[in-house]
């Protein structure tokens, strides 16, 4: 028989993000989520290094390789399509849902429960609130890269997602701006 949960997050590969806009360097879901855990890993070190808290590394970690799983059903959909209103916010997020449970029905009973826990994590837990954080810094990064390398597709994202990130109360998202964000803006050369 078999269990095809790893064959499904396999193709997270194929799933293209930033299908609107026309980018310089494609991006898949799969390779977002490997940054997104990076930084989400980085900004509870952040938290219990600079600000004394107590965020779990390791779970802001994984809830961050698993972040886009549902996505493998649903494709990434458009962030103005998805937003555009609150009726369609909501049924997208209805639709992540299902998707998500979908996917745990092709684990083995034993695992499921392990793995309800980062598919469809507690979105209350200060871990997932650094994960969403680190999301948004992704997608920031991913518009600085783009605009300078020319790209002007990315520079309205690039300044809505700075304002957003601007906005975010959580200080160890300041200090990974005020700490980080400057290297992604060099080349190579700038950066030895």
């Given at each position: 028989?078999?269990y095809?949960?790893?064959a499904?997050?396999?193709?997270?590969?194929?799933?293209?993000?930033?299908?609107?806009?026309?980018?310089?360097?494609?991006?898949?879901i799969?390779?977002?989520s490997?940054?997104?855990?990076?930084f989400?890993?980085?900004?509870?070190?952040?938290?219990?290094?600079?600000?004394?808290?107590?965020?779990?590394?390791?779970k802001?970690?994984?809830?961050a390789?698993?972040?886009?799983?549902?996505e493998?059903?649903?494709?990434?959909?458009?962030?103005?399509?998805?937003?555009?209103?609150?009726?369609?916010?909501?049924?997208?997020?209805?639709?992540?849902?299902?998707?998500?449970?979908?996917?745990?029905?092709?684990?083995?009973?034993?695992?499921?429960?392990?793995?309800?826990?980062?598919?469809?994590?507690?979105?209350?837990?200060?871990?997932?609130?650094?994960?969403?954080?680190?999301?948004?810094?992704?997608?920031?990064?991913?518009?600085?890269?783009?605009?300078?390398?020319?790209?002007?597709e990315f520079s309205?994202?690039?300044?809505?997602?700075?304002?957003?990130?601007?906005?975010?109360p959580?200080?160890?998202?300041?200090?990974?701006?005020?700490?980080?964000?400057?290297?992604?803006?060099?080349?190579?050369?700038?950066?030895?």
């Open positions: 028989m078999g095809h949960f790893f499904y997050l396999g193709r997270m590969k194929f799933i293209k993000r930033w299908s609107l806009m026309h980018s310089g360097v494609n991006e898949n799969m390779e977002h490997e940054q997104v855990a990076q989400a890993h980085a900004l509870a070190v952040i938290n219990n290094k600079v600000f004394s808290g107590n965020a779990d590394a390791g802001c970690t994984i809830l390789v698993f972040h886009e799983t549902g493998v059903i649903t494709g990434d959909l458009p962030t103005p399509v998805k937003y555009f209103n609150q009726k369609i916010k909501t049924a997208y997020k209805e639709l992540e849902t299902v998707a998500n449970e979908k996917l745990l029905t092709m684990l083995p009973e034993e695992l499921k429960d392990e793995y309800r826990k980062v598919v469809l994590p507690d979105l209350d837990q200060y871990e997932y609130k650094l994960v969403k954080a680190a999301d948004k810094l992704s997608a920031y990064v991913k518009c600085v890269e783009e605009v300078r390398a020319g790209n002007k309205k994202a690039l300044k809505s997602i700075g304002k957003e990130l601007e906005a975010n959580l200080p160890e998202v300041q200090y990974f701006i005020k700490n980080f964000i400057g290297g992604f803006q060099k080349t190579l050369d700038e950066l030895e």
